[in-house]
T-cell receptor
Framework: ETGVTQTPRHLVMGMTNKKSLKCEQH?????MYWYKQSAKKPLELMFV???????ENNSVPSRFSPECPNSSHLFLHLHTLQPEDSALYLCASSQDLAVYGYTFGSGTRLTVV | TQLLEQSPQFLSIQEGENLTVYCNSSSVFSSLQWYRQEPGEGPVLLVT?????EVKKLKRLTFQFGDARKDSSLHITAAQTGDTGLYLC?????????FGTGTSLTVIP
């Protein structure tokens, strides 16, 4: 596989469930990101990891918990979500904190019921 | 403010027509990127512009960065159905890129 791979592509979960989103990059990049894309809103940066260390956390609710075990993998753990958390969650990677731009995955379409 | 305004919000044109979409801010960009996002996929980087007045061409796409580095435009010549998608601009500030809300383009055969 090449590029940035996200799984699952679609997820429906209840408000009391716990689930995880997975992202894997095969580009040798050293930074990874989680973005949230909601209808009629700009992409919202949630978390930034550089060299497996979290460098940015943009006031994201604690019901979203990121994990970066190595430079190729990024997870987003979800628990007790709200319906307004329904959105497309995009993972991206870059070399050196986005000097040259991002490579995005195809996203996970999350629906909270 | 990091707000990026993109216009128009929606655009529907016939195949073969030309179009221009815009990205504007009240503050200066250090650099700006354009992405295209097709339905069901993540955004794909098209171009990065850095220098005021810079013009870059990518086949039928022409990207321009304003002289004052506060605005940018994307012009598509002879649009094709494969150009359909959401066009996003993004400005770099610190370690982050801030995105606009995008222009949703539909090219009708």
């Amino acid at each position: 596989e090449t590029g940035v791979t996200q799984t699952p592509r679609h997820l429906v979960m209840g408000m009391t469930n716990k689930k995880s989103l997975k992202c894997e990059q095969h580009l040798g990049h050293n930074a990874m990101y989680w973005y949230k894309q909601s209808a009629k809103k700009p992409l919202e940066l949630m978390f930034v990891y550089s060299l497996e260390e979290r460098v940015e956390n943009n006031s994201v609710p604690s019901r979203f918990s990121p994990e970066c075990p190595n430079s190729s993998h990024l997870f987003l753990h979800l628990h007790t979500l709200q319906p307004e958390d329904s959105a497309l969650y995009l993972c991206a990677s870059s070399q050196d904190l986005a000097v040259y731009g991002y490579t995005f995955g195809s996203g996970t379409r999350l629906t909270v019921v | 403010t990091q707000l990026l305004e993109q216009s128009p919000q929606f655009l529907s044109i016939q195949e073969g027509e030309n179009l221009t979409v815009y990205c504007n801010s009240s503050s200066v960009f250090s650099s700006l990127q354009w992405y295209r996002q097709e339905p069901g996929e993540g955004p794909v980087l098209l171009v990065t512009v850095v220098t005021g007045g810079e013009v870059k061409k990518l086949k039928r796409l022409t990207f321009q960065f304003g002289d004052a580095r506060k605005d940018s435009s994307l012009h598509i010549t002879a649009a094709q159905t494969g150009d359909t998608g959401l066009y996003l601009c993004a400005r770099k500030t610190g370690n982050q890129f801030y995105f606009g809300t995008g222009t949703s383009l539909t090219v009708i055969p």
